[in-house]
């Protein structure tokens, strides 16, 4: 006898979670955590760094092909999609996705490419969508890190963004679209 595939039944039950368009979510919110790595995941909580048109001080990427240039200078992410992701039964936490941006508050359907969000002194812009690779695998049950793919599950992905103010940014600062 075959299992039950809930793959799907998650999928569709995770949608009806707050998250991503949760009430409480609007035009601004909060850095819930800034985070760096000397590359590759886990990034590390920091308090402060600043944003540059290169991407935040003192963090690296491995894959310089895929991940940073000034179109990707900085990744952010939902703390409120990580947690959905978790109560999934996801192993995900802040940082295990490869964002430097952690935040919250902010109503994660509408940073899609285009749209501009000030981010403590930094004023950053929506680039693209950043799709899952398998460096991030371990943050997901069965490896399934597609979970957060913007092709499959569309207001769930990471984002990419180029600073076009450069300046510092700290945990506890205000995020605001703009």
Same mark, same amino acid.
């Given at each position: 006898?075959?299992?039950?595939?809930?793959?799907?039944?998650?999928?569709?039950?995770?949608?009806?979670? =707050?998250? =991503?368009?949760?009430?409480?979510?609007?035009?601004?919110?909060?850095?819930?955590?800034?985070?760096?790595?000397?590359?590759?995941? =886990?990034?590390l909580?920091v308090?402060?760094?600043?944003?540059?048109?290169?991407?935040?001080?003192?963090?690296?990427?491995?894959?310089?092909?895929?991940?940073?240039?000034?179109?990707?200078?900085?990744?952010l992410?939902?703390?409120?999609?990580?947690?959905?992701?978790?109560?999934?039964g996801? =192993?995900?936490?802040?940082?295990?996705?490869?964002?430097?941006?952690?935040?919250?508050?902010?109503?994660?359907?509408?940073?899609?490419?285009?749209?501009?969000?000030?981010?403590?002194?930094?004023?950053?812009?929506?680039?693209?969508?950043?799709?899952p690779?398998?460096?991030?695998?371990?943050?997901?049950?069965?490896?399934r890190?597609?979970?957060?793919s913007?092709?499959?599950?569309?207001?769930?992905?990471?984002v990419?963004?180029?600073?076009?103010?450069?300046?510092?940014?700290?945990?506890?600062?205000?995020?605001?679209?703009?």
């Amino acid at each position: 006898m075959s299992r039950p595939d809930r793959s799907a039944a998650r999928s569709t039950e995770a949608l009806a979670l =707050p998250f =991503p368009g949760s009430e409480e979510a609007g035009d601004s919110g909060r850095v819930a955590s800034l985070n760096r790595s000397n590359g590759g995941v =886990p990034k590390l909580p920091v308090a402060e760094a600043r944003a540059t048109r290169d991407g935040l001080e003192g963090d690296r990427q491995r894959n310089r092909v895929h991940h940073g240039g000034p179109d990707r200078a900085l990744c952010l992410y939902s703390a409120e999609a990580i947690a959905a992701l978790r109560r999934e039964g996801h =192993p995900v936490s802040t940082g295990s996705l490869g964002e430097n941006v952690t935040i919250t508050g902010i109503d994660w359907r509408r940073l899609v490419p285009g749209v501009r969000l000030s981010v403590g002194e930094a004023e950053l812009e929506v680039t693209d969508f950043a799709y899952p690779c398998r460096t991030i695998r371990k943050s997901f049950d069965a490896e399934r890190f597609s979970r957060i793919s913007q092709k499959t599950h569309q207001g769930w992905s990471r984002v990419y963004c180029r600073v076009l103010r450069e300046g510092m940014i700290r945990s506890g600062d205000l995020v605001r679209l703009l």
